[in-house]
């Protein structure tokens, strides 16, 4: 499973509907869950500009 919400550049925005999806082949996840968690961290990184720890989605 990959992740698409980053620029070619690698540097993360906010994406319109209009915007063409980027892959990155680079991240890999074993479970659906874990391409969510790191959408959702991603996301909320964006809008309040914290970094929500990788390990604390438990």
Not at 15 to 23: G, L, Q, S, T
Not at 39 to 49: D, L
Request: net charge negative; hydrophobic share 30%; aromatic share 8%.
């Amino acid at each position: 499973m990959s992740v698409a919400s980053r620029s070619p550049n690698g540097r993360s925005r906010r994406c319109r509907r209009a915007d063409p999806i980027h892959f990155e082949e680079e991240s890999a996840f074993a479970t659906r869950e874990e391409a969510e968690w790191e959408v959702f961290r991603r996301r909320w990184q964006a809008v309040t500009g914290e970094n929500l720890d990788a390990t604390s989605q438990d």
